[in-house]
């Protein structure tokens, strides 16, 4: 059965560094995600994407933040220069036809900021 | 404005009780989706149901059952006869169609602890 994946799966960073985290939608999925989860806390919808651009954001996706489709298969998230709250789960997501199904998600990635 | 609330924070029971986790939403769209996922404790998101709008049909699967009321705007979830693996936290999802994008707004979630 066609997953998400998402890699690494825990990165641990030093404040003000650049990280990136990596997901692989299904592959003929056209709707994908970005959802954060900060320990013990709900998740929270970041970015979402279709198309080839951004179609909503939330407040939490400031400048800090963004998002890619560098080729057919990743969807990438960027966060320019972490802070100490940046820490959390980080979850990949995609859906083909959202009035028909789900969103999937990929099994996240843990983001520690030291 | 759209909202989940899980009122319940934690319930804990003991094996083979029945338990019922509460879901209640907020929307002005008159079509939208209902969903549960539920999160072990190793993090991953794990989808258990989907329910659309104008589907108000109550379900079951195994033990598991969902209750649907527009009237109250609860999507109601029950385990029967619980068991130690359904220990994780519960989030009740709601998307819009209006949203363009159907994104997530998850509630809070309810860690259930089912004791041996």
């Known amino acids: 059965e066609p997953e998400v994946t998402q890699t690494p799966s825990h990165q641990v960073t030093q404040m003000g560094q650049e990280v990136i985290l990596r997901c692989v939608p299904i592959?003929?999925?056209?709707?994908f995600y970005w959802y954060r989860q900060i320990l013990g806390q709900k998740v929270e919808f970041l970015v979402s994407?279709?198309?080839?651009?951004?179609?909503?954001k939330s407040e939490i996706f400031d400048d800090q933040f963004s998002v890619e489709r560098p080729d057919g298969s990743n969807f990438t998230l960027k966060i320019r220069s972490t802070k100490l709250e940046d820490s959390a789960m980080y979850f990949c997501?995609?859906?083909?036809?959202?009035?028909?199904?789900?969103?999937?998600f990929g099994p996240g990635t843990r983001l520690t900021v030291l | 404005a759209q909202k989940v609330t899980q009122a319940q924070t934690e319930i804990s029971v003991v094996e083979k009780e029945d338990v019922t986790l509460d879901c209640v939403y907020e929307?002005?769209?008159?079509?939208?989706?209902l969903f549960w996922y539920k999160q072990p404790p190793s993090g991953e998101l794990v989808f258990l149901i989907r329910?659309?709008?104008?589907?108000?049909q109550n379900e079951i699967s195994g033990r598991y059952s969902w209750n649907f009321q527009k009237s109250t705007s609860s999507f109601n979830f029950t385990i029967t006869a619980s068991q130690v693996v359904d220990s994780a936290v519960y989030f009740c999802?709601?998307?819009?169609?209006?949203?363009?994008?159907?994104?997530?707004?998850f509630g809070t979630g309810t860690r259930l602890k089912v004791l041996a």
């Open positions: 997501a995609s859906n083909r036809d959202p009035s028909y199904n789900e969103q999937f």
């Open positions: 592959s003929n999925h056209l709707y």
């Open positions: 994407f279709y198309n080839n651009e951004i179609s909503e």
């Open positions: 929307t002005r769209d008159t079509t939208y989706y």
């Open positions: 329910r659309n709008s104008f589907d108000e």
């Open positions: 999802a709601l998307s819009q169609a209006t949203s363009g994008t159907y994104k997530y707004i």
